[in-house]
């Protein structure tokens, strides 16, 4: 089938076209550059094609099963276990960057490599991942490789919305007959917006109500621990702060402490650590992604109740 397509596009394009040409092999594709012309395209057409989609996603989101916050290595890792455990739940992770990743993108201190610790190699193996095993330890050969190949599965997943370049600056609360607060959802703004509630006139949010939150949004800095602080703000939740690095401490006590903080509000990766004092473990993402698994799996417990 193949020899036939090349001999007519052969017959189609003259000498031009190459079919021995090794690009053209590697990708089972054949291009003649000469003749090479893209499908017509109107310029409005592109812009529907995005934001019929955007708004439909919006409005189809605004009321979710579970809202995933932060999609770093802990909220991507529960946000694809729980995607693929669960294809009934419809599950919006909402990003402040543009890009996602967190503080993943690189290994540590600008370095490509991955350190994990076992027994995480289980779920390296599962997303597909080569490594390296080292004996107690695995290692991926670029963080960004583990950190992509996590997203594109996950937002594979056909219940799985990745709200990125949007902002959560608050959180939704319902009070029940006895007095007892819970989360219901949260609230968001585009993060460019959110970036200029000081010089801009009030630009007011937008709304995703869910029976559940992840939080993942990492340690204390510019943007991180969000949930934690706004509810320590309020008095809802004692804030501590977190601990120096103690790799041996901080993983295993992350991955136990991983779970519902406050109701509706689970907790999960380094903004663990703004709430409990754990230490925090440098760069060895074990217990990210084992964090994010067990978040899934606290998550299923309080959204089946
Ligand atoms: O942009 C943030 C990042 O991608 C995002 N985020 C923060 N605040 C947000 C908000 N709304 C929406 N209000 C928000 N998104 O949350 C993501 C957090 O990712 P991260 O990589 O910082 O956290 P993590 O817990 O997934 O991984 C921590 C990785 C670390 S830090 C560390 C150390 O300092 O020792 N060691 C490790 C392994």
Same mark, same amino acid.
């Given at each position: 089938?193949?020899?036939?397509?090349?001999?007519? /596009?052969?017959? =189609?394009?003259?000498?031009?076209? #190459?079919? !021995?040409?090794?690009? *053209?092999?590697?990708?089972?594709?054949?291009?003649?550059?000469?003749?090479?012309?893209?499908?017509?395209?109107?310029?409005?057409?592109?812009?529907?094609?995005?934001?019929?989609?955007?708004?439909?996603?919006?409005?189809?989101?605004?009321?979710?099963?579970?809202?995933?916050?932060?999609?770093?290595?802990?909220?991507?890792?529960?946000?694809?276990?729980?995607?693929?455990?669960?294809?009934?739940?419809?599950?919006?992770?909402?990003?402040?960057?543009?890009?996602?990743?967190?503080?993943?993108?690189?290994?540590?201190?600008?370095?490509?490599?991955?350190?994990?610790?076992?027994?995480?190699?289980?779920?390296?193996?599962?997303?597909?991942?080569?490594?390296?095993?080292?004996?107690?330890?695995?290692?991926?050969?670029?963080?960004?490789?583990?950190?992509?190949? /996590?997203?594109? =599965?996950?937002?594979?997943?056909? #219940?799985? !919305?990745?709200?990125? *370049?949007?902002?959560?600056?608050?959180?939704?609360?319902?009070?029940?007959?006895?007095?007892?607060?819970?989360?219901?959802?949260?609230?968001?703004?585009?993060?460019?917006?959110?970036?200029?509630?000081?010089?801009?006139?009030?630009?007011?949010?937008?709304?995703?109500?869910?029976?559940?939150?992840?939080?993942?949004?990492?340690?204390?800095?510019?943007?991180?621990?969000?949930?934690?602080?706004?509810?320590?703000?309020?008095?809802?939740?004692?804030?501590?702060?977190?601990?120096?690095?103690?790799?041996?401490?901080?993983?295993?006590?992350?991955?136990?402490?991983?779970?519902?903080?406050?109701?509706?509000?689970?907790?999960?990766?380094?903004?663990?650590?703004?709430?409990?004092?754990?230490?925090?473990?440098?760069?060895?993402?074990?217990?990210?992604?084992?964090?994010?698994? =067990?978040?899934?799996?606290?998550?299923?417990?309080?959204?089946?109740?």
């Amino acid at each position: 089938e193949k020899k036939m397509l090349l001999a007519k /596009l052969s017959l =189609k394009h003259g000498n031009h076209f #190459n079919s !021995k040409s090794p690009v *053209a092999k590697a990708i089972s594709s054949v291009y003649d550059w000469d003749t090479f012309k893209f499908a017509p395209i109107r310029e409005s057409t592109v812009s529907r094609a995005m934001t019929k989609r955007y708004f439909a996603d919006l409005d189809n989101y605004a009321e979710s099963d579970v809202v995933i916050v932060g999609a770093g290595s802990a909220g991507l890792s529960a946000a694809y276990v729980l995607g693929k455990a669960r294809p009934d739940l419809k599950i919006a992770i909402i990003e402040a960057n543009v890009a996602v990743g967190g503080g993943c993108f690189l290994g540590g201190q600008l370095f490509s490599a991955m350190v994990l610790r076992k027994p995480a190699d289980t779920f390296i193996r599962e997303l597909g991942l080569e490594y390296e095993d080292e004996g107690d330890y695995i290692v991926v050969k670029h963080a960004a490789l583990f950190i992509t190949t /996590l997203c594109s =599965k996950t937002l594979a997943l056909p #219940n799985v !919305k990745l709200f990125n *370049a949007t902002c959560v600056e608050d959180l939704i609360t319902r009070t029940d007959e006895s007095g007892d607060s819970r989360i219901a959802g949260v609230v968001t703004n585009w993060t460019l917006v959110s970036m200029h509630h000081d010089d801009q006139s009030c630009m007011d949010p937008n709304t995703i109500n869910s029976k559940v939150i992840i939080s993942c949004t990492g340690h204390d800095g510019p943007m991180g621990a969000f949930c934690v602080k706004r509810l320590a703000e309020l008095g809802l939740l004692k804030r501590n702060h977190m601990g120096c690095l103690d790799m041996n401490r901080a993983e295993d006590s992350i991955v136990k402490n991983t779970r519902e903080v406050f109701p509706g509000l689970i907790c999960a990766g380094m903004e663990l650590s703004e709430c409990d004092s754990h230490n925090r473990m440098g760069p060895t993402f074990g217990a990210m992604v084992l964090s994010g698994v =067990k978040a899934a799996e606290e998550a299923l417990n309080v959204y089946d109740l």
